[in-house]
């Protein structure tokens, strides 16, 4: 398996369960999280890979990244639905509109899939910054190659 994939996904899965924790809690923070995760798993292909142009480097920054990104959706998905029930077990007023009881099941349905909506909508966006930071990471993990001397 190439450094990328394989970093992707070990950053991503943990990453997916740190973003459940986050996003559950402070559901705006959930993109940095992504961002953060995909930084890292691009230094950290960066760091294996040893590619040999920076543009080489930052490619596959971006697919370490974009894979870590990918996996950071779920996890904002699932913390939007858990910050939904937190709500509603608490009984947290709401500065508009009211939480559904348990008595109309269509209004629970739209309840919660509005809370996964949104969470697919943040993590959409979480995961494209995680490609652009996985690639300005790999980018600038990927050391500079000597200059070829000219034989004459």
Same mark, same amino acid.
């Given at each position: 398996?190439?450094?990328?994939? @394989?970093?992707?996904?070990?950053?991503?899965?943990? =990453?997916?369960? &740190?973003?459940?924790?986050? +996003?559950?809690?402070?559901?705006?923070?959930?993109?940095?999280? +992504?961002? &953060?995760?995909? =930084?890292?798993?691009?230094?950290?292909?960066?760091? $294996?890979? @040893? $590619?040999?142009?920076?543009?080489?480097?930052?490619r596959a920054g971006a697919i370490a990244g974009g894979i870590a990104g990918g996996l950071m959706i779920i996890g904002q998905m699932i913390? %939007?639905?858990?910050?939904?029930?937190?709500? $509603?077990?608490? %009984?947290? $007023?709401?500065?508009?509109?009211t939480i559904p009881t348990g008595d109309d099941p269509s209004m629970m349905a739209?309840?919660?899939? +509005?809370?996964?909506? *949104? =969470?697919?909508?943040?993590?959409?966006?979480?995961?494209?910054?995680?490609?652009?930071? %996985?690639?300005?990471?790999?980018?600038? =993990?990927?050391?500079?190659?000597? !200059? !070829?001397?000219? *034989?004459?």
């Amino acid at each position: 398996m190439q450094p990328r994939i @394989k970093m992707g996904l070990i950053v991503g899965v943990v =990453g997916l369960v &740190l973003n459940v924790c986050v +996003s559950g809690f402070i559901g705006l923070c959930g993109p940095f999280a +992504s961002m &953060l995760a995909g =930084g890292v798993a691009g230094f950290l292909t960066a760091n $294996q890979e @040893k $590619q040999t142009t920076k543009a080489d480097g930052a490619r596959a920054g971006a697919i370490a990244g974009g894979i870590a990104g990918g996996l950071m959706i779920i996890g904002q998905m699932i913390g %939007g639905v858990i910050a939904l029930v937190l709500m $509603q077990t608490s %009984g947290t $007023q709401l500065p508009f509109g009211t939480i559904p009881t348990g008595d109309d099941p269509s209004m629970m349905a739209i309840f919660y899939l +509005s809370g996964l909506g *949104t =969470g697919l909508c943040f993590g959409i966006f979480g995961a494209a910054l995680a490609a652009g930071a %996985g690639a300005g990471a790999g980018y600038f =993990g990927t050391p500079d190659q000597p !200059a !070829a001397t000219p *034989t004459l």
